[in-house]
Nanobody, 123 residues
Framework: QVQLVESGGGLLQPGGSLRLSCVASGFTLDYYAIGWFRQAPGKEREGVAC????????YYADSVKGRFTISRDNAKNTVYLQMNSLKPEDTAVYYC????????????????WGQGTPVTVSS
């Protein structure tokens, strides 16, 4: 069955870096765009970044542009989110999701989701 499993979250200080991984199984990763979303306590889910199925196009929320980088290694069935210069407002549970057509900021355009990995940025 289709599965997405995130890992790499943790607790770190402002200004730090972290790399999240999303390992896909049960489908051919090459054929799908993958997005990263996050949800902070008491806030709505927010689209963070997305990479199209060929990896040639990437999209970022304004709040993370220049700090986060999304990439994929289809041979390893893995999508990454490199997060640099982290801020307390980046604190959230981060989810990866499979787009059912193409990259979108709308969660409804994604059909499978991982269980999430928590990231806490605090001094």
């Amino acid at each position: 069955q289709v599965q997405l499993v995130e890992s790499g979250g943790g607790l770190l200080q402002p200004g730090g870096s972290l790399r999240l991984s999303c390992v896909a199984s049960g489908f051919t990763l090459d054929y799908y765009a993958i997005g990263w979303f996050r949800q902070a306590p008491g806030k709505e889910r927010e689209g963070v970044a997305c990479i199209n199925k060929y990896g040639g196009s990437t999209y970022y929320a304004d709040s993370v542009k220049g700090r986060f980088t999304i990439s994929r290694d289809n041979a390893k069935n893995t999508v990454y989110l490199q997060m640099n210069s982290l801020k307390p407002e980046d604190t959230a549970v981060y989810y990866c999701a499979r787009a059912n057509y193409a990259c979108s900021a709308y969660g409804s355009r994604y059909d499978y989701w991982g269980q999430g990995t928590p990231v806490t940025v605090s001094s």
